[in-house]
């Protein structure tokens, strides 16, 4: 009857060592599973903000070239005035009175 009592006391000890294991387990998984949900939230912020810089090179490379053509417009209208002003001065050297 001891013997039974002892390897009773045994299977208790056994069990509870068992169900203390079962419980850290539980605990460990339950924080690994909100330690993947942070990194899964901190994947789909840097994912977003990727798409929002990708978006931002696209609006500056757009208006890169907006800037590009309007530089090109002004080099053509400085050239045009140039070409204008060489032919307002010879048009008014004809007008130039002798001795001025």
């Known amino acids: 009857m001891e013997a039974m009592q002892t390897s009773s006391a045994g299977l208790v000890a056994a069990s509870d060592a068992i169900a203390t ?6 605990a460990a998984a339950e924080s690994m599973s909100a330690s993947a ?10 994912a977003a903000i990727s ?15 907006q800037l590009s053509a309007q530089a090109e417009e002004v080099v053509a209208s400085a050239a045009t005035m ?11 050297a004809r ?5 001025t």
């Open 37 to 46: 949900e942070q990194v899964a939230r901190a994947v789909e912020s840097i």
């Open 82 to 92: 140039a070409d204008m002003a060489s032919s307002l001065e010879t048009l008014a």
């Open 21 to 26: 294991i079962a419980e850290q387990t539980n």
């Open 51 to 65: 798409d929002q810089n990708s978006a931002s090179a696209e609006e500056v490379s757009a208006a890169t070239e």
């Open 95 to 99: 007008f130039r009175l002798d001795g």
